[in-house]
């Protein structure tokens, strides 16, 4: 299973951006997905969680300003993020649990990271 992130890049305090991330290879089932930071400096941190009954929890800095969610035809998850504050500054890594049979157990998988940097 592999992921890949994207939709990183450069935006004002104030405004938004949204993250992607695609699971490919062989999947059987998708549990959990999860979106995490790590700022420099900083251990990596929680941001959005979204479990598969589409059951949500978010990271307090982060909470109304967020929106987790996951396309499963797609094998995707989002993160849009609106009200951006240079505190939001960071590497984001999606995260989620599969396997690729259904008697496996399930794994977790990572994706490469992607820059959010938030700044006038």
């Known amino acids: 299973v592999q992921l890949q992130a994207s939709g990183g890049g450069l935006v004002q305090p104030g405004g938004s951006l949204g993250l992607s991330c695609v699971a490919s290879?062989?999947?059987?089932?998708?549990?959990?997905m999860y979106w995490y930071r790590q700022a420099p400096g900083k251990q990596r941190e929680l941001v959005a969680a979204?479990?598969?009954?589409?059951?949500?929890n978010y990271a307090d800095s982060v909470k109304g300003r967020f929106t987790i969610s996951r396309d499963n035809a797609k094998n995707t998850v989002y993160l849009q993020m609106n009200s951006l504050k240079p505190e939001d500054t960071a590497v984001y890594y999606c995260?989620?649990?599969?396997?690729?049979?259904?008697?496996?157990?399930?794994?977790?998988?990572w994706g490469q990271g992607t820059q959010v940097t938030v700044s006038s």
């Open positions: 979204l479990t598969s009954d589409g059951m949500t």
């Open positions: 290879g062989s999947i059987f089932s998708i549990n959990a």
């Open positions: 995260n989620i649990y599969a396997k690729s049979r259904a008697a496996m157990p399930f794994n977790s998988y």
